[in-house]
């Protein structure tokens, strides 16, 4: 009978998307009357998390890009020792019949050395597939000075070879090494499943590496906590054209702002990153307002025409968009990412070709016709299902998934 599970995370606080779930993921099942520990890396540990009655074990540390003694950084990253002998303690502690591990992310901190201790006691470990990062070095499967998609053979000679890194191409040859031990640590585990969160990021894993038996393989989006009262936005009274994400190349926020420019139409960037300084001295007419939090995004909701979701990398869910069209708001959304999965075309919003800027102005226009977008909006808020995506649901699935494995 399952009494604890172990969620591993890097950050003791919420640091992006994957983190999120992990740390809502622990504060659920403890709420079902488990044991829950969460063991991560990098602190400070929220107070959602402290209040919410969760076991948290937190090493506090930098994470490896921000260790200011670079050699430690990458020997962490390769190895977190530290890690290793907590977690270690932790299973000991544990009876393996009656838990379960499961890990959402370990490469910007704990390391992939816990996967070996975890086979070596007899536990059973699932691995939520948020990123790329247990099949590509630099976990996008993306070539970030080239800005495109990476079709190469991870880990081939071509691939060792080609500096994609965002920083440097002696960084690269570090997440080499590092991938090359996680091959080590991973692949061979016969006690490992996975969990895939949308159809088009499982597809994409699997045309890279398909060893993973069926067996092995599980399907459960994530979760979205939608407000309990929600109505549709009269989006055909609206004028702003949102993004909202991370201000960085693979995002497509330079894509964005040249195609609202050339549409010439209002536009609103929420969001924050590296690009935002330039974007915003090359495009004095957006207006971008930095990042938001839910509640502080919903007056931005209600004066959105539609959201553009440019992304240009294989982003494996895209919770933002799900989280606008419970409001029935379209969505503009790039062919390269997982979100265009929710998107029926012309019907709930446009699919367009994620490489061009041109596409996505003509798609721009189309949004401007009035009694398009009042029917699209419509269409959008009635066929949307919050249920598909409720917590409630999802933690449902994962005991399923839990009790299986």
Known sequence: MLKNAIIVCDYGYIEGGAARIAHETAMALKKEGLNVVLFCAVGPVSEDLEKSGVNVICLNQADILHEKNRIKGVMRGISNKAAKIKFAELLDSLNKDETIIHVHTWTKGISSSIFKVAEKKGFKVVITVHDYFLICPNGGLFNYPQKHICNLKPMSLKCVLGNCDARSYPQKLFRVLRQHIQNKNIRRRKNISYIFISEFSKREFLKRYNKIPESKQYFLPNMINFPEKRERVKCEENDVYL?????????????????????????????????????????????????????????????????????????????????????????????????????????????????????LSENINKIKNITNVKQMSSTVYSMFDVNNFSPDKYVKSLLDIYGEI
Do not use: N
């Not at 960037?269 to 502080?296: A, H, N, T």
């Open 243 to 359: 993004f909202i994400g991370g201000l960085t190349e693979v995002k497509g926020i330079r894509i964005f702002c040249e195609a609202v420019t050339k549409a010439q139409v209002k536009a609103v960037v929420i969001g924050q990153g590296i690009l935002r300084d330039e974007l915003e001295k090359r495009y004095p007419d957006i207006e971008f307002v930095g990042w938001k939090s839910k509640d502080e995004m919903i007056p931005y909701l209600h004066q959105a025409r539609c959201l553009i979701f440019p992304s240009i990398w294989y982003e494996t869910m895209g919770l933002t968009v799900l989280e606008v069209m419970a409001y029935g708001i379209p969505v503009i959304c790039s062919d390269q990412c997982a979100a265009s999965e929710y998107i029926v075309d012309g019907k709930t919003g446009y699919i367009y070709d994620g490489r061009s800027i041109e596409a």
